[in-house]
């Protein structure tokens, strides 16, 4: 599964949700994390600057599609089981 996160430099609630997304990945090793950061492209930065972190998966056909934004109270095996249950099957 490819994950990709909207970020920006000195965001806490995007470091957390990248810490924790790296711990599932390095867990499972079939997830990928690219992440991108809003500060260097105008149009990311316009849609996202008042929503970050914004997490969206990229399936089979290189679509991107929105994942709703977790709580950041979820630990890790919490936030596993909840993307498994937003995107379907991780």
């Not at 056909?61 to 095996?77: F, N, Q, V, Y």
Request: aromatic residues 8%; hydrophobic residues 30%.
């Amino acid at each position: 599964m490819d994950l990709i996160l909207y970020s920006k430099p000195g965001c806490h609630l995007c470091e957390g949700l990248l810490e924790k997304l790296e711990d599932i990945a390095t867990q499972r090793g079939d997830v990928t994390i690219e992440t991108r950061d809003i500060t260097t492209r105008e149009d990311w930065f316009a849609a996202y600057e008042y929503e970050i972190p914004v997490l969206r998966y990229r399936d089979a056909d290189r679509g991107e599609h929105p994942i709703p934004r977790p709580s950041p109270r979820l630990g890790s095996a919490q936030l596993e089981k909840w993307l498994q249950k937003s995107i379907g099957s991780l």
